[in-house]
Nanobody, 126 residues
Framework: QVQLVESGGGLVQAGGSLRLSCAASGLTLGNYGSGWFRQGPGKEREFVAAISSSWSGGRTYYADSVQGRFTISRDNAKSTLHLQMNGLKPEDTAVYYC?????????????????WGQGTQVTVSS
């Protein structure tokens, strides 16, 4: 049974940093693409960042809104995904979800992802 569990969310002031983690069990995360999505208050869930499988080079992809501020990484030995978030803004406030893509597809499209975590709340105060 595949399980993804996020942690690291919380309340931070604008300009601050947080590091999210997503621990995977039941699958070897490095064998698949994985990503982060978020859903802000009253908004639809949107793509944040993704990283391709290790065998395809671990390439990273970012939404324009977080490019240069967020960094996605993966610890293959621990089957854990991370999202380092710097320079946080109030508009980054959202529930952040990690997801694994066990089939190929467009990493920007949430339909590509087959397994999802429950989410972790990030709140950025102004």
């Amino acid at each position: 049974q595949v399980q993804l569990v996020e942690s690291g969310g919380g309340l931070v002031q604008a300009g601050g940093s947080l590091r999210l983690s997503c621990a995977a069990s039941g699958l070897t995360l490095g064998n698949y693409g994985s990503g982060w999505f978020r859903q802000g208050p009253g908004k639809e869930r949107e793509f944040v960042a993704a990283i391709s499988s290790s065998w395809s080079g671990g390439r990273t992809y970012y939404a324009d809104s977080v490019q240069g501020r967020f960094t996605i990484s993966r610890d293959n030995a621990k089957s854990t995904l991370h999202l380092q978030m710097n320079g946080l803004k109030p508009e980054d406030t959202a529930v952040y979800y990690c997801a694994a893509a066990t089939r190929g597809g467009d990493y920007y499209d949430q339909q590509t992802y087959t397994n999802w975590g429950q989410g972790t709340q990030v709140t950025v105060s102004s």
